[in-house]
C-alpha cells in the first residue's frame, strides 16, 4: 500500500474506473449473447432490437474511453454480420 496520500487516492480512483469500465465491457458480452440467441432462434424482430441496443452501448462504451474506437468498430461490425446471418 502506499505512503503518500495522492497516491492512496489514486489507487481508489483507478479500482472505480476499472469497475466502471468492467461494467461496460460486462454489458456488450451480455447483449452480443442476447443479439446471437435471437438470430439462432430466428427472430428478426429481436435479434434487430438487441442489435440496436448493442450498438449503443458499444457507442458508450467508446465515448466513455472504455473501449478503444478500432476495438468498438471491429465488434459493431461483428455484431452487424451476426445480424445478417438471420437474412441470408
Known sequence: MANIKSQKKRILRSER???ENRRYTS???TYFRRLETAVENGDAAAAEA???ELTSKIDKAIKRG???KNTGA??????????NKLSV
Open 66 to 68: 472504455a473501449l478503444h
Open 17 to 19: 474506473e476499472r469497475d
Open 50 to 52: 438487441e442489435h440496436k
Open 27 to 29: 454489458a456488450i458480452k
Open 74 to 83: 471491429r465488434k459493431k461490425a461483428r455484431a452487424a454480420r451476426t445480424r
